[in-house]
């Protein structure tokens, strides 16, 4: 049963984002934005699959240890895709909110992110291996974590402060995210069933994807929302 729901979620899940950011990057007009949401959603998606693929394989045939290599591969990637999501969510706020400058604001997130991708490129984080240690799992997340919490507070101040009702959630859909993730990283090997967060943390990505996706929807036909 779980290998059933799990990979019709995951599925309907990639071929959501994945749609919703081929149609932002085709529709988007020259709205350099909607066309950056658009390229982040596709990335999202395609980053995911290297991780999610091998999984539904793995749950629909042998088992999660016989997949240990190809899960850990993806892993890494779907690591170093997620830093790039939050790169181009950045740049997203920046032409949306047309920020200029902030120089050292762009430095911050150039610094965090590298540190995190370096972090992810260590061996010590055991990617092949089937219990990799929980200590290098913390280490590449504090970046990661530092990261989020500066792109929270970037659409929330901004997103009141211009009264921008379409992303005025924006913030939360990633506080939701890290919120439903942090457990994970810390807990889900001790307590497997902490797994099941990553549901409710799917479902706070497709949110962020949908609310750029209507938004671009609704400056193009302001009685779509």
């Not at 149609?23 to 020259?30: A, E, P, Q, V």
């Not at 991708?117 to 990661?144: M, T």
């Not at 457990?183 to 409710?200: E, Q, R, T, Y």
Request: aromatic letters at 14%; one cysteine or more; hydrophobic letters at 50%.
């Amino acid at each position: 049963m779980q290998a059933i729901v799990e990979t019709l979620f995951d599925t309907v899940y990639l071929i959501t984002v994945i749609t919703l950011g081929i149609l932002m990057i085709r529709k988007s007009g020259g709205r350099r934005q909607y066309k950056l949401f658009g390229i982040m959603a596709v990335v999202l998606g395609l980053g995911d699959s290297f991780h999610l693929v091998p999984r539904a394989l793995a749950l629909c045939t042998t088992g999660l240890e016989n997949y240990t290599t190809a899960l850990g591969v993806g892993k890494l990637i779907t690591s170093v895709t997620m830093t790039i999501f939050y790169i181009l969510l950045y740049y997203v706020w920046r032409y949306r909110y047309h920020i200029t400058g902030k120089n050292a604001l762009t430095a911050v997130v150039y610094l965090l992110s590298t540190l995190r991708i370096l972090l992810c490129l260590c061996p010590q984080n055991g990617w092949l291996h089937a219990n990799p240690p929980l200590a290098w799992g913390i280490y590449r997340n504090i970046p990661f974590a530092l990261f989020g919490l500066l792109i929270i507070v970037l659409f929330f101040q901004e997103a009141g402060r211009q009264h921008d009702t379409a992303f005025r959630f924006m913030w939360l859909t990633i506080v939701l995210s890290f919120g439903f993730y942090i457990p994970v990283v810390l807990w889900a090997d001790a307590v497997p069933m902490i797994g099941m967060l990553m549901i409710p943390k799917t479902c706070a990505y497709v949110w962020t994807v949908l609310i750029g996706y209507r938004a671009m929807r609704s400056e193009t036909d302001p009685t779509n929302t």
